[in-house]
């Protein structure tokens, strides 16, 4: 099986979002810098709440879903639709804004460090203008599964096939069927996986150190790397092991028109979801 290899790789840029809250966007740094179906991919990251305290007050979506996964701290959601979350360390939220939801979220706490990520997921033009719908996904719920040669992964979306058995995600089906998995490997530990050829995947690492394909190729923290067309992924971690975010999906190959918050497929759709919202009817 042809082995996947590094296409490309999209280094963290450092920026803010929200009302101030210091961050890193690798995947939607720029309007090239994606992967079909996958928009953007912040790391959040400081032991100074003047970093985060802010949070990100009241604002909406509008044609994709929206993932925050939670290492340390404590995020409070709220939205439109009356949905209300506490995200703790290891807990994720998967909202889908579909036809249109306004959301805010804010750090419940004044001190101590605040760590994770948010990710957003481009929805097909079917289900653009649906009903939202929003999951909370607590750290209890994610199964985590041993790996033959040291390390574990959490199965947070999709499934993890391993010694025979098949191990699912609690978030549930999505229109583009993404996987999403964090991995943890010891020293040297591998990461093996077998994939259809055409699904897009990429990874981000975000501690230690980490080499891809059968060359070795190492890879940067803060990074995230974009793979090519293969059957298989192998990975391996190198001297104190890694950890990393593993994400792959079906590749939806539509025309994508960005404007902030609203991700539809032409500009007509766009102009609509500006009016909706200056209106009072994103959420009706």
Do not use: C
């Not at 999209?10 to 929200?18: E, L, R, Y």
């Not at 928009?39 to 929206?66: C, K, Q, V, W």
């Not at 991995?183 to 990874?203: M, S, W």
């Amino acid at each position: 099986m042809a082995i996947r290899k590094i296409e490309r790789v999209i280094q963290g840029v450092a920026t803010s979002d929200g009302a101030g809250v210091k961050l890193k966007r690798s995947i939607g740094s720029t309007q090239f810098a994606r992967i079909d179906p996958f928009l953007m991919l912040d790391e959040f990251f400081s032991d100074n709440p003047d970093d985060y305290i802010a949070g990100f007050p009241s604002h909406p979506h509008r044609g994709f879903e929206t993932v925050t996964y939670m290492l340390d701290g404590h995020m409070r959601h709220e939205d439109s639709v009356g949905n209300k979350g506490d995200l703790g360390p290891g807990d994720v939220q998967w909202m889908s804004a579909a036809r249109g939801i306004i959301h805010s979220e804010i750090p419940q706490q004044t001190e101590g460090r605040m760590r994770g990520f948010q990710l957003w997921i481009n929805l097909p033009a079917t289900h653009k203008m649906k009903d939202p719908s929003y999951k909370d996904v607590p750290a209890a719920s994610i199964p985590v599964v041993d790996l033959e040669y040291g390390g574990q992964v959490k199965v947070i979306a999709g499934s993890f096939s391993s010694g025979g058995s098949v191990t699912s995600g609690p978030v549930p089906v999505s229109p583009t069927n993404p996987v999403f998995y964090d991995v943890t490997l010891e020293d040297g530990g591998k990461f093996e996986l077998p994939i259809a050829v055409n699904r897009g995947a990429f990874l981000y690492l975000y501690e230690g150190n980490l080499s891809v394909g059968e060359d070795g190729s190492g890879i940067n923290k803060s990074t995230a790397v974009i793979l090519s067309n293969g059957e298989e992924i192998l990975l391996t971690a190198g001297e104190g092991g890694a950890r990393f975010l593993f994400l792959a999906a079906d590749p939806i190959n539509e025309p994508v028109v960005q404007y902030g918050p609203f991700v539809m497929n032409t500009r007509e759709e766009i102009d609509q979801a500006i009016q909706d919202y200056q209106s009072g009817r994103l959420t009706q």
